[in-house]
């Protein structure tokens, strides 16, 4: 199967606020996808629906071919999910943990071994494995959490900022292995780190107020890194008079998948309203 990742018309509401709005594109086998936009963009509600965390409102996902609503599963085994913030059980050591992962994941006898030692050998955390989580470092923690998301060696892997908190040594080290990874599995991963997407990335795609701006690759977005950040900039503050649908932005895509994206967008600077109950629409959507 060539396309692992398949989105189609993928929207979410809470309330009158629509924070994704009609996504579609798809990721094949071999792509690492930067999956890019400001704060409150929808990243992070993006990659819950894709995960099956979040039910969508209209549209549909799939995973190595299992739908997110009817095989929810299926389809959580053929992927691995770095959440925002590396969630994980504080009292318990890194060891601890992923040895109780790989068993929920149905793993049985030497099983479970291996696929810690595997993950454990991958992150690096040799040094670590028998502290209690909650004395760890921020970067610790976030190996921890990357760990358990390959450690069932799934074909699709969703990383929501994996090198956040990580200093310069470690963020080199999960770039390599994210890039060695990536030869064989889809990976989609949401960063704010720019000069990430240039280091891992083979495809980018940029979000604004819930809508694709632009599917591209990276060189094809700035064929200078450092000029990355203003480009960026551009495309998610497109304004807009307020009485007017907002006009498209277009960006030519010269290499990549080949097909400019366009999208309407708010005006900067608005801010949502509160979901029906009061409460914020995501209260994780920060990233």
Do not use: W
Not at 73 to 97: D, H, I, V
Not at 238 to 245: G, M, N, T
């Amino acid at each position: 199967m060539s396309q692992l990742v398949e989105i189609d018309h993928l929207s979410k509401t809470f309330g009158s606020t629509t924070v994704v709005n009609d996504l579609t594109f798809s990721v094949d086998r071999g792509e690492v996808l930067g999956f890019l936009g400001p704060n409150g963009a929808g990243k992070s509600t993006t990659m819950k629906m894709l995960t099956g965390f979040l039910p969508p409102s209209s549209g549909t996902a799939r995973v190595a071919g299992h739908d997110v609503l009817r095989e929810p599963l299926a389809l959580k085994r053929a992927l691995g999910y770095l959440p925002e913030g590396a969630p994980s059980y504080a009292e318990m050591t890194p060891l601890s943990f992923l040895q109780f992962v790989a068993g929920v994941r149905g793993a049985r006898g030497s099983q479970v071994q291996e696929q810690v030692d595997r993950a454990v050998a991958r992150t690096q955390l040799h040094g670590v494995l028998h502290q209690r989580i909650e004395t760890l470092s921020k970067g610790f923690k976030r190996r921890v959490g990357l760990a358990q998301a390959i450690l069932h060696d799934p074909e699709v892997l969703i990383l929501d900022e994996p090198t956040d908190g990580l200093d310069p040594n470690q963020k080199h080290e999960v770039r390599a292995l994210i890039r060695e990874m990536g030869k064989d599995k889809a990976i989609i991963l949401s960063t704010h780190i720019l000069e990430e997407v240039f280091a891992v990335c083979t495809r980018v795609i940029i979000i604004a107020n819930g809508r694709m701006v632009v599917d591209d690759t990276p060189e094809g977005l700035s064929p200078d890194p450092r000029r990355l950040d203003d480009v960026f900039r551009k495309l998610t503050t497109v304004q807009a008079p307020r009485d007017e649908k907002p006009a498209a932005f277009m960006m030519s895509s010269g290499s990549g998948r080949g097909d400019a994206r366009a999208v309407d967008t708010a005006q900067p600077g608005d801010t949502p309203p509160a979901a029906a109950d009061g409460s914020a629409p995501d209260s994780e959507e920060r990233a």
